[in-house]
């Protein structure tokens, strides 16, 4: 099974220096099983936007040890205040060890589908007819989670659902990505 940073984010809480934290810090890319878990547990989660810079000053605001991405990019801040990914795996190799948990089980996902239009532009989303567009489709999602957000990095725009079934979640994506694509007056790629 392919794990994520979510997942790593989950099994280093099983190290005795990170059980007794009530606040985890991840992104609005992070899973809604991954939040659902530190509830159940006691825990706040915490979302920032995508990217290692946000999520340092939203630990270090919260005064947090614990804290990543879905990509992977983790973050110990009692040890280092980047991340480190061979470091990390160390750590979770160590709290598989304190765990027994040698199948690496974590939390239930909820399904995402992510779907990249390519952008010349990066037109504000927040001006019709793009929020009207968005708004419409967060309605038929229902209590799933929508992200739709330009990439930092790349000229593209990025469509993610997040629902309880996996085909809801692809649905709603790709019709969402279609109709901003038409939009936009762009190509859409997967």
Known sequence: AVKDGDDILFLLLGLPAYQAMTTVV????????????????GKRFVRT?????????????????LGGENSGHVILRDYLLTGDGIFVA?????AILASSNWV????????????????????????EPFAGI????????????LLVR?????????VMAEAATA??????????????????GEKLTS
């Not at 936007?49 to 040890?65: F, N, Q, R, S």
């Open 134 to 145: 968005i708004a419409a489709y967060q309605e038929r999602l229902g209590s799933g989670r």
């Open 104 to 127: 690496m089980q974590t939390f239930a996902k909820f399904p995402q589908t992510l779907v990249n239009i390519p952008v010349a532009e990066k037109k504000d989303l927040a001006h």
């Open 90 to 94: 160390l750590k979770v190799l160590e």
């Open 150 to 158: 330009y990439s930092g990095t790349e000229s593209l725009l990025r």
């Open 26 to 41: 991840g992104t609005v890319v992070s899973n809604q099983g991954l939040e659902e878990a530190l509830l159940r547990q």
């Open 167 to 184: 085909a809801a979640a692809a649905s709603v994506a790709q019709e969402l990505a279609q109709a901003l694509q038409k939009a936009l």
């Open 49 to 65: 936007a995508v990217g290692d810079k946000y999520i340092a000053a939203a630990m270090e605001e919260a005064d947090v040890l």
